[in-house]
């Protein structure tokens, strides 16, 4: 094996989601998201279409103001019989400790001969080139939905159609918890077929 493809191999192994509960409040330099970003951009794209979209919040101020608005829909679209205080809690809260909060967003373009599961692929792949680039830089991400992830009121807050997807969010931040052990059921050999 080749140094690079163990480098590469060791960094996606490693590469670990941590709750935002356990992230510890402190703030990443804007410089260092701005670093990170960028990897995005080389995700495979069939037809260069290039459907990531990232609406970012930042600092405290930022992600609280994210937990307000996402809270406030909950409520706003929750019939009264439905509403739980509990969960309108959970999801004000959850973005306390991060430093930014990133809503991941599948726009579609105006080739419509690109299938939607491409598209959403193709995104995907840009959210995992942040991950990866943000572990490491020694950042603690999570990818979350839950909440009004898949509401249309969601979407249409943010000026997204509705053939848009909303895939997401993305909590990034700091832990000083120990990088926990990755845990997969079964290993590659048994989801693979040789032919
Ligand atoms: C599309 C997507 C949505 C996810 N949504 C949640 C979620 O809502 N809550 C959660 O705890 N983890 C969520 N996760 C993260 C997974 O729980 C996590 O990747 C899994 O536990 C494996 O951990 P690892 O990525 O650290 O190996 C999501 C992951 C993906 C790819």
Redesign the pocket.
Known sequence: MSNKTAILKEIIEN???I?PEEFNGKIIPESMIREILPAANWAPTHGLTEPWRFIIFSGKEGVQKFGQLHADLYKQETPEEQFLQKKYDKILHKPDHASHLIVIAMKRGKQENIPEQEELAAT?CAVQNILLTASTSGLAT?????GMCYHPSLKKYFGLGAEDKI??FLYMGYSDKEH?K??RHTGIEEKITWM
């Open positions: 590469r670990r989601i709750k995907a999570y990818w979350g939905t839950g895939m997401g926990p990755g845990f």
